[in-house]
């Protein structure tokens, strides 16, 4: 038997405004493999874009990264990201954490 789970998250005021007044929030979605071409979509927006599609299976992928030498930092840093697997089985979704304005997976 599947389950829906829906979650609303909440932040700090600030991030109620996002980068567009018509779409708030911080988070974007880049989409390559489309047949019309690649897409951003951003904010709330994303929520009309991914519209009844059902996401089946989440899985937690981390890696630490390769240096020659670790550091006590290195021992503790890790990169991680969620892979979303879709009901359509058309393509996955990758999120990850990152700061404002940033990009995760540089390092830390």
């Known amino acids: 038997k599947m389950h829906i789970i829906q ?3 909440r932040g700090a005021p600030w991030t109620a405004t996002g980068w567009s007044k018509d779409s708030p929030g911080f988070a ?5 493999q489309r047949p ?4 951003m979509t951003y904010g ?3 929520v009309k874009v991914v519209g ?8 937690m992928i981390s890696h ?17 990201i969620a892979l979303l697997e879709w009901e359509h089985g058309q393509y996955c ?5 990152a700061y ?9």
């Open 7 to 9: 979650a609303v998250m």
């Open 28 to 32: 974007f979605w880049y989409e390559t």
């Open 36 to 39: 019309e071409g690649p897409r």
């Open 44 to 46: 709330t927006n994303i």
């Open 52 to 59: 009844d599609d059902v996401c089946t299976h989440v899985h």
């Open 64 to 80: 630490r990264y390769a240096v020659m030498k670790e550091s006590p930092k290195d021992l503790l840093t890790y990169h991680t």
């Open 93 to 97: 979704t990758i999120l990850e954490g």
């Open 100 to 108: 404002l304005n940033g990009l995760g997976g540089y390092k830390g």
